[in-house]
């Protein structure tokens, strides 16, 4: 079956650790999107990446990574530069101005 | 002036309610719009595409005003697995990427 798929579903970090989300699809979109959302809050954009080595910073890129070598993949780093890392991060991926598609979501909790 | 706004609601409404959100966007420019809903600690899912001229699917009506920028969504004989949070989402032409209402939590009670 075609789709996204975030690894993985929970992520525990300790403080002054980089970690990194994973987010692969092989529905062969274009674009891929990362997203942070907190408890009762929308989804605040952090990066997004509309063709292969070449990705744009969104509203809240501080603090985070991430790379597009590969057209399924597109990783997301939480770096400790992130002092506030604790949300639900969801990565999509779409074809331009098309509907995005949602992987299932990580959680990210500070140990 | 925020890009999407939404009523947060909470909307609590009986089984078979009908009930309706609005959602105005800021960018006259927008080209594409959407409804997504999103469940508990869930991922957002397509509910509808909106056109331009309205459109129906089931239960559920959407309906675009251009030159008022808002969008809405009515929802007929609501059941209980319609509770859920209602997000409207806006593609402004050649940005490539959407903007995200907060959402707007619909619960529905028997």
């Known amino acids: 079956d075609g789709g996204i798929t975030q690894s993985p579903k929970y992520l525990f970090r300790k403080e002054g650790q980089n970690v990194t989300l994973s987010c692969e699809q092989n529905?062969?979109?274009?674009?891929m999107y990362w997203y942070r959302q907190d408890p009762g809050q929308g989804l605040r954009l952090i990066y997004y990446?509309?063709?292969?080595?070449?990705?744009q910073k969104g509203d809240i890129a501080e603090g985070y990574s991430v790379s597009r070598e590969k057209k399924e993949s597109f990783p997301l780093t939480v770096t400790s530069a992130q002092k506030n890392p604790t949300a639900f991060y969801l990565c999509?991926?779409?074809?331009?101005?098309?509907?995005?598609?949602f992987g299932d979501g990580t959680r990210l909790s500070i140990l | 002036r925020k890009e999407v706004e939404q009523d947060p609601g909470p909307f609590n409404v009986p089984e078979g309610a009908t009930v309706a959100f609005n959602c105005t966007y800021s960018?006259?420019?927008?080209?594409?719009f959407f409804w997504y809903r999103q469940d508990c600690r869930k991922e957002p899912k397509l509910l509808m595409s909106?056109?331009?001229?309205?459109n129906e699917d089931g239960r559920f009506t959407a309906q675009l005003n251009r030159a008022s920028q808002y969008i809405s969504l009515l929802i007929r004989d609501s059941k209980l697995s319609d509770s859920a949070t209602y997000l409207c989402?806006?593609?402004?032409w050649g940005q490539g990427n959407l903007i995200f209402g907060k959402g707007t939590k619909l619960s529905v009670k028997p």
């Open positions: 999509a991926s779409s074809t331009p101005n098309q509907p995005q598609h």
């Open positions: 529905l062969n979109h274009d674009a």
């Open positions: 990446s509309q063709i292969v080595n070449d990705f």
């Open positions: 960018n006259s420019a927008s080209q594409s």
């Open positions: 909106v056109y331009s001229s309205g």
């Open positions: 989402v806006v593609n402004s």
